[in-house]
């Protein structure tokens, strides 16, 4: 299994970002997948997930400004941010999820994950 983002950069508060994770290694359509960010000394959150028949679910923080979707096709999942404030500054990851129990933003449930993009959100 490999998951791969890119996307991440600086960029100034309200402008936008589009993360990719290009997925391999697994029969990408039939899993959930979701991202995840993380600040250093803080615990990793869950931003939005994307389950096999593409319901979407948001954090609160995020919800109207975030758009989560996947192409399976390319197995390829995107994260659309627009309106990014300062608080978004994350390393962000991508998942893929392993246990059907539970939240879809319970990071125990996911087992793969990548090496992350940095996203800085600042003037």
């Known amino acids: 299994v490999q998951l791969v983002e890119s996307g991440g950069d600086l960029v100034q508060p309200g402008g936008s970002l589009r993360l990719s994770c290009a997925a391999s290694?697994?029969?990408?359509?039939?899993?959930?997948m979701a991202w995840f960010r993380q600040v250093p000394g803080k615990e990793r959150e869950a931003v939005a997930s994307i389950d096999v028949v593409h319901n979407t679910y948001y954090a609160d923080s995020v919800k109207g400004r975030f758009t989560i979707s996947r192409d399976n096709a390319k197995n390829t999942m995107y994260l659309q941010m627009n309106g990014l404030k300062p608080e978004d500054t994350a390393m962000y990851y991508c998942?893929?999820?392993?246990?059907?129990?539970?939240?879809?933003?319970?990071?125990?449930?996911?087992?793969?994950w990548g090496q992350g993009t940095q996203v800085t959100a600042s003037s």
């Open positions: 998942a893929r999820r392993v246990r059907s129990s539970g939240s879809v933003f319970d990071p125990s449930a996911y087992n793969d």
């Open positions: 290694g697994f029969t990408f359509r039939l899993f959930t």
